[in-house]
């Protein structure tokens, strides 16, 4: 946690910012959490220490990157295989991370949720014809659950006195889920916000709970055109809807002015946070996760066409686009998603 205010990006009053990110790739030990969430065990230790699923067993889950990553670490430490199923619009980092951990990769086009080459499709696909163990972060009610009882609890016992707002992105709404009905329980007047690209429909569902129609956005690993499982619509109080631009400004400005080289979901909940904390009216602290690190975005093109946030203000120069290539074993790009045998 960090409180430090953000007096250069304007914001008026004390922020407390969750950072998951310093942690081994992510959230609080994944290689205790990550098998909590998708287990089952529901946090408890003694569960955690037991097999979770058999000895060599194979793992699929459909993931923007985090998660997947989360499970590549549980995978090697406990011999477990693991197969992510990705969408072709999340970066060349990610696969790289996940590959360099012995994680088959199988990439999908960025099609509808109707459509059966749809990323969450594929990996039911794949559980369902090869007796695979899908985790299934969208669905898995122990997923909101740990953080109902992991990272609620963290973020109450670094504030001091009621927080006024707690924001963030929703991949799966399983953070926003679940540390909402912990804030919820015990300061009832803090207000739950989610932070959605323009693109996604979940603002949309969360204003008139009808949904709204998609379209593409840069932003990865939150938003979505279906309203996800576990994500809890009724601990919403409201959301912000944040552009592609000004999630990538907020996220240079990150990096320059505060220090903190996190990606571009995390820019998109600032900006959200940013709007919130203006209101005169709100009492209390912002509380905002900041999920995901910036060395996961260096191959994406906005690193090279957006301009430096420095140009204008004493300087500036324009970050080069560097192309990596993944291993061409473990990456399957395919429009019909044919799934060859895994190279395990």
Known sequence: MSGQPFRRLGLPLRSILGLPWKRPRGRRSWTRSATR????????????????????????????GNTGL?????????????????????????RVALASLGASLVITPNVPPDDERNFRNVARRLARERGWFHTDQFANPANPRIHESTTGPEILTQVDGPIGAFVAGAGTGGTLTGVGRFLRSHSPGVRIVLADPIGSRLAHLVSTRHPDVDSPYQVEGIGGSVLPEVLDLTILDEAERVSDEESIETTMRLWREEGLFVGPSSGTAVAAALRVASRPELAGPVVVVLADSWDRYFSKPWLSWHPDPGAGRGGGTRHPRRERNGPSDTVVRN??????????
């Not at 430490?77 to 072709?88: D, K, T």
């Not at 429009?335 to 395990?344: A, D, G, L, N, Y």
């Open 37 to 64: 969430r998708w287990s089952g065990s529901g946090g408890s230790p003694q569960a955690c220490r037991r097999p979770c699923w058999p000895s060599g067993a194979t793992l699929v889950e459909a993931t923007a």
């Open 335 to 344: 429009s019909e998603v044919r799934v060859p045998e895994p190279p395990f």
């Open 70 to 94: 989360g499970l590549a670490l549980v995978a090697a430490a406990r011999g477990y295989r693991l197969a992510c199923v990705m969408p072709e619009k999340m970066s060349m980092d990610k």
